[in-house]
C-alpha cells in the first residue's frame, strides 16, 4: 500500500519565497511525502487547496479575513500560524513584554530578562528632559511598527541629546547594553532549536558619547571602519570564535517557553550576554519566520517540522540542534 501524500501551500512575500522555497527543500519535502504547492494569491483562498497545512507571512484585514474562511470551509487543515499571534511581534513592545512574563527555571546561576525601554510617540515629547524615562545614553531607536516597510528595519545607535533630536516618532527607545559585539540568534522550528553566534554592534566606551552625528544608523556602525589604538588598519571585530554560547539548558528552555506563550511555531529571538554580568542574557528582539535558508540542513529541519504538523505530532520537548549536524528522522 503506497504511502499517503500530504500538500503544504505557502503564502509568502516573493523575497521570503525566493530564499525558503528552493529546490533542495521541495526534493527533500517531496522525498518524506510532502508536497509544497503555492497558494495563487489572484484567487480567494478558501477556494484553493485542499490543503493538509497552510504557511504563511502575509499580514492585513484581507488576508486574516481569508484566513478565517479558510479554516471555516477547511478546519482540519493546520493554519502555521495565527495571525492574531503573528501580530503581537508587529509592536516592538508587546513582542517584549512576553518575554518578561516568562517563568522558567535558569541554570547554573544565570538568569535572564529584557532591555530597559520606552515608546516616544510624539516629537514633544521626544524633546524634553523627561523623555529617555531615566534611561542613560546611549540607546537604540527603533521603529515602533516592526514589520511591513521599508522604515520599520531603519534602527540607530544615538549617542546624546542632540541625535534624538533627529529621530521621527513614533519609536522605542531601548538600553544599549555593552555585549562584546556577539549577538546569538535562536531559531524555533517547532520544537527544533538552533543557536548560532553572529557579529553585533562594538561594545560603546563613555568618551564616544560626545559623537558630533549624535546618532548612526545600524547600517553604518557595523559598517564602519574602527581603528585600532595607534593603527591605520580597521580592527575586526574580534572575540566571535572565542564567545562562549549560552548555556544549552537556558536557550532550550526560553524558546520552549515563548513558543509556548506566544503560540508560535516559526520565529527566532536574538540574545546578548551583558557584558556587566557574564550569566545575564537580555532578549532584544523576536521575529516572525526568519531567515531559516541562512542555517545548515535548513531543509530537513523544516520538513521534519512539517511531517509533525501533518500527521498531528504535538510536541512539547525541543530538540537542540547543533551547527554541524544535519538531523533527520529518516
Not at 508536497?35 to 484567487?43: G, K
Not at 485542499?50 to 477547511?74: A, I, N, T, V, Y
Amino acid at each position: 500500500m503506497a504511502e499517503p501524500r500530504f500538500t503544504v501551500g505557502y503564502a509568502l512575500p516573493p523575497k521570503k519565497q525566493q530564499s525558503i522555497i528552493q529546490d533542495s527543500l521541495v526534493a527533500v519535502a517531496r522525498s518524506r511525502g510532502i508536497d509544497l504547492v503555492a497558494v495563487d494569491l489572484r484567487r480567494p483562498l478558501a477556494d484553493q487547496g485542499p490543503f493538509d497545512c497552510l504557511l504563511h507571512k502575509l499580514h492585513g484585514e484581507d488576508w486574516s479575513r481569508q484566513l478565517r474562511e479558510f479554516g471555516s470551509r477547511h478546519p482540519g487543515a493546520a493554519v502555521v500560524d495565527s495571525p492574531d499571534a503573528i501580530g503581537r511581534l508587529h509592536d516592538r513592545v508587546s513582542m517584549l513584554q512576553v518575554v518578561s512574563g516568562l517563568e522558567i527555571a535558569c541554570p547554573d546561576g544565570s538568569s535572564f530578562g529584557i532591555p530597559d525601554q520606552i515608546v516616544v510617540r510624539d516629537r514633544e515629547r521626544l524633546s524634553s528632559e523627561q523623555s529617555r524615562e531615566g534611561l542613560a545614553f546611549p540607546v537604540i531607536a527603533k521603529p515602533l511598527v516592526a514589520a511591513g516597510s521599508e522604515r520599520s528595519h531603519e534602527m540607530s545607535l544615538v549617542f546624546n541629546r542632540g541625535g534624538l533630536s533627529k529621530l521621527e516618532p513614533p519609536i522605542v527607545l531601548q538600553e544599549f547594553v555593552n555585549h562584546g559585539g556577539v549577538v546569538f540568534k535562536v531559531y524555533v522550528v517547532g520544537g527544533y532549536v538552533q543557536c548560532v553566534k553572529r557579529r553585533s554592534l562594538p561594545d560603546v566606551a563613555e568618551e564616544e558619547l560626545g559623537c558630533s552625528q549624535g546618532l548612526m544608523p545600524f547600517s553604518q556602525v557595523s559598517n564602519s571602519a574602527i581603528r585600532e589604538e595607534g593603527g591605520d588598519g580597521p580592527r575586526e571585530a574580534v572575540g566571535l570564535e572565542e564567545a562562549e554560547m549560552p548555556p544549552r539548558s537556558l536557550i532550550a528552555e526560553l524558546a520552549r517557553g515563548l513558543r509556548r506563550a506566544m503560540k508560535l511555531n516559526l520565529f527566532n529571538f536574538d540574545v546578548i550576554r551583558d557584558a556587566r554580568y557574564g550569566d545575564r542574557f537580555l532578549v532584544i528582539d523576536i521575529n516572525y519566520f526568519p531567515g531559516y535558508a541562512k542555517l545548515p540542513c535548513y531543509e530537513t529541519v523544516l520538513t521534519d517540522f512539517l511531517w509533525d504538523v501533518v500527521h498531528k505530532n504535538e510536541k512539547d520537548e525541543v530538540k537542540y540542534l547543533e551547527d554541524e549536524i544535519c538531523p533527520s528522522k529518516g
